[in-house]
């Protein structure tokens, strides 16, 4: 949700954050959302213990921690 707008925002990127509590995360991720990866990641590089990725509808990503590291992984789950 848009804070200024109160209306769902429409955004290129889903973020992905880890950091000390859940309710960090889930601040710093809507925070990082509203700003983008560029601006975004200069407020990541002040915060201790953060990890983001963002992540572009083109699979894109971009990433940036402090200590976490969030870790990738492109392979299918195997079939059972």
Same mark, same amino acid.
């Given at each position: 949700?848009?804070?200024?707008?109160?209306?769902?925002?429409?955004?290129?990127?889903?973020?992905?954050?880890? %950091?000390?509590s859940a309710t960090a995360s889930d601040a710093l991720s809507t925070?990082?959302?509203l700003m983008g990866p560029v601006r975004g990641k200069l407020l990541v590089k002040k915060l201790p213990k953060v990890a983001a990725i963002w992540i572009s509808a083109q699979g894109k990503s971009e990433m940036l921690s402090?200590?976490?590291?969030?870790?990738?992984?492109?392979? %299918? %789950?195997p079939n059972r």
């Open positions: 949700i848009d804070p200024a707008k109160g209306v769902p925002i429409k955004t290129p990127y889903s973020v992905s954050v880890v %950091a000390g925070t990082l959302l402090t200590g976490p590291q969030i870790s990738l992984s492109h392979s %299918a %789950a």
